[in-house]
């Protein structure tokens, strides 16, 4: 398939765009009675096709194929395939998590694995097993050898989770910063400052100690992690107030309230906060961001109906399913 420039490749992107679920017609799936009631409206939209009886049973895949379809599409097109995988390399972590977790366990992880457009399970797999590269960068070897070492040390499986994320935003920002783009650059960046924020929220909230907060926190953030490691021993009331005093204040001042803060809407925010820098992206004519904003489209889209079917199916409120949904285009 042919590779566009950004200048070619950006009306693509708006025409795919269209393909997406309005933010009326998701309001209406918020609004129905019933799971069976949401299948009715998604015979309307482009997941029509993955809509027949219990289509609520094996919905989940039918979302993974979608994502997926997307993402081998525009790494066909894109003129440079790495801006691609600035969003998905997320997976590619998540992938070397759940495989590294087998492999230590003895168990089968495969049905974790999400598409990431570069590197198969069987490359994962391969790449964990043997420590040969497999097509794999030399980072991503580099944290597979470093979790085995880790966990033959100290048999503790939390380490993977640490090592492989403290990697991934390392090789995030390091990716952003050869891509020559500053706008997208800014994004990386404040995607760590809040990975870190909740992060912090949470070892706080769990007594965690500073040594091992600073082994989780990312050092690639705008906010200097000894800033963030000098409030660990205080209250939480005073975690809150540190985060009135960051670039991120007037996002997460609505969400604390006589000095608390719900970290799992800090989470959200975090996700909303990216959609919105997006957005504002969606009017370039040339450079990568419209193409990065219609692969988080997708993802909330995802986030949402996968919500959205899992509520109905447990009988989650409107208002309840509203308070955990993701910001998309359009609202």
């Known amino acids: ?27 209406r799936l918020v609004q129905a009675k019933d799971v069976q009631e949401v299948g009715e409206l998604l015979k309307t939209t482009i997941y029509a096709e993955h809509v027949n009886e219990d289509f609520e049973d094996t919905f989940e895949e039918s979302l ?43 168990q089968d992880f495969d049905d974790l694995f999400i598409f990431d457009g570069f590197y198969t399970l069987d490359q994962i797999k391969s790449a964990v097993k043997t420590g040969v590269a497999s097509g794999l960068p030399a980072e991503v070897m580099n944290s597979i050898q470093e979790v085995k070492e880790h966990f033959e040390e100290s048999n503790n ?34 995607f760590i400052d809040f990975s870190n924020i909740v992060m912090l929220g949470r070892g706080i909230r769990q007594k965690r100690s500073k040594n091992f907060i600073s082994t989780v926190l990312s050092s690639q953030g705008s906010i200097p992690k000894e800033e963030l490691l000098a409030v660990v021993d205080e209250s939480f009331h005073r975690f809150t107030e540190f985060l009135l005093t960051t670039d991120y204040a007037e996002v997460v001042q609505p969400l604390i309230k006589d000095g608390e803060i719900d970290l799992t809407q800090l989470e959200r925010i975090r996700d909303n906060y990216a959609t919105d820098h997006f957005a504002r992206a969606q009017v370039q004519a040339f450079g990568p961001l419209p193409l990065l904003a219609l692969l988080n489209a997708k993802e909330v889209e995802i986030k949402n109906l996968r919500l959205i079917i899992v509520g109905k199916k447990v009988g989650l409120t409107e208002e309840q399913l509203r308070e955990r949904m993701r910001d998309s285009y359009g609202t």
């Open 157 to 190: 499986l939390q380490g993977v989770d640490i090592i492989f994320d403290r990697v991934y935003l390392r090789c995030m920002r390091s990716l952003g910063e050869t891509l020559d783009s500053p706008e997208l650059l800014q994004e990386i960046i404040s």
């Open 64 to 106: 993974s194929e979608e994502q997926a379809k997307l993402i081998k599409e525009l790494v066909e097109i894109a003129p440079d395939p790495r801006i691609v995988w600035v969003y998905t390399m997320r997976f590619t972590y998540h992938n070397l998590k759940a495989v590294t977790k087998a492999e230590l366990l003895h």
């Open 1 to 27: 398939m042919k590779q566009y420039s950004y200048h070619e490749l950006n009306p693509l992107i708006r025409l795919k765009e269209l393909e997406l679920i309005p933010a009326e017609m998701m309001e």
